[in-house]
């Protein structure tokens, strides 16, 4: 057996066991069964698996997941995210992550067609006010999840209710 596959099983059955740990109960986290699934099928070429959040602009609650997927999954996956209709991240999500010490800089807004094929899994994190994000998923996306999350800066109110929200995502 290829060194890179058993070290990939190795190390994503100790990566599936501490999941709920490591992920501080997020609603980001991935799924006990997506991680079976997926992480035991690793090629011999590639041990990382490539996830991708998705949400309409790419500015808010995908910004959120790629940090905390590159946090605490980027040992296991290649972590991205995308919009279909990206634009910038927001200026209140810059703020909101730096105070939870996470690094920024790095951060830009991506379209699906800058994330390099394929894709093992895509989670879409649109409410259903916005779902078109999930409509131009193609075959390239190799499981499709959603984890509906309703968008932080569309929220009416100020910016302390659209903080409270972006805790609600984060968590």
Same mark, same amino acid.
């Given at each position: $057996?290829?060194?890179? $596959? =058993?070290?990939?099983?190795? *190390? ?11 992920? +501080? ?7 006990? +069964?997506?991680? &079976?699934? *997926? ?9 990382? #698996?490539? =996830?991708? !959040?998705?949400? $309409? ?22 972590? +991205? @995210? ?10 209140? =999500?810059?703020?909101?992550? &730096? ?37 131009? !998923?193609?075959? @390239?996306?190799?499981? #499709? ?19 409270? $929200? ?6």
């Amino acid at each position: $057996v290829d060194g890179c $596959v =058993v070290g990939c099983v190795r *190390t994503n059955t100790m990566f599936a066991a501490g999941m709920a740990r490591r992920c +501080h109960q997020s609603s980001l986290n991935l799924e006990t +069964h997506i991680i &079976q699934r *997926t992480l035991f099928t690793t090629s011999t070429t590639d041990c990382k #698996r490539r =996830v991708l !959040f998705v949400c $309409v602009a790419n500015s808010c609650r995908s910004q959120i997941a790629e940090v905390l997927g590159n946090k605490y999954l980027s040992d296991i996956f290649e972590v +991205h @995210s995308a919009g279909s209709t990206p634009t910038s991240p927001n200026p209140l =999500v810059i703020e909101f992550l &730096q105070n939870k010490g996470y690094a920024t800089d790095a951060l830009y807004s991506k379209s699906y067609a800058d994330i390099e094929k394929p894709v093992h899994i895509a989670i879409a994190l649109c409410n259903e006010a916005d779902m078109e994000c999930s409509s131009f !998923f193609d075959e @390239s996306i190799l499981e #499709r999840r959603n984890w509906s999350q309703i968008d932080p800066i569309k929220v009416d109110g100020d910016k302390e209710a659209k903080l409270t $929200v972006m805790e609600d995502v984060y968590q």
